[in-house]
Nanobody, 124 residues
């Protein structure tokens, strides 16, 4: 599975961005799709995930109520709507997938395929 994340940019605190993760080579059916981020000098951390079949969603406490993950009906793109952005949301954001049958947790190490990141910068 090849993934491409896009939609990052510079936004003021309180603003919104919508990230997208597009798959090529196959659809997202029967996968968990996760969003992770890595800020300078920090470890990569879990942000959100969606289980494609059934649509279950998961969020880190730090983004609950502000971020929403969703998938399109074509099974090839997942979106992360980010509202009420804060400077501490500044990071490179990555999408990753793992087949449902191999899913263990929302830890980064448990995801198999990764896209390149997209930079989100939130100014104060």
């Amino acid at each position: 599975v090849q993934l491409q994340a896009f939609g990052g940019g510079l936004v003021q605190a309180g603003g919104s961005l919508r990230l997208s993760c597009a798959a090529s080579g196959r659809t997202f059916g029967n996968y968990y799709i996760g969003w992770f981020r890595q800020a300078p000098g920090k470890e990569r951390e879990f942000v959100s995930a969606i289980r494609w079949s059934g649509g279950s969603t998961y969020y880190a406490d730090s983004v609950k109520g502000r971020f929403t993950v969703s998938g399109d009906t074509g099974l090839t793109t997942v979106h992360l709507q980010m509202n009420s952005l804060k400077p501490e949301d500044t990071a490179i954001y990555y999408c990753a997938v793992v087949p449902e049958g191999d899913y263990n947790s929302c830890a980064a190490d448990d995801f198999d395929y990764w896209g390149q990141g997209t930079l989100v910068t939130v100014s104060s």
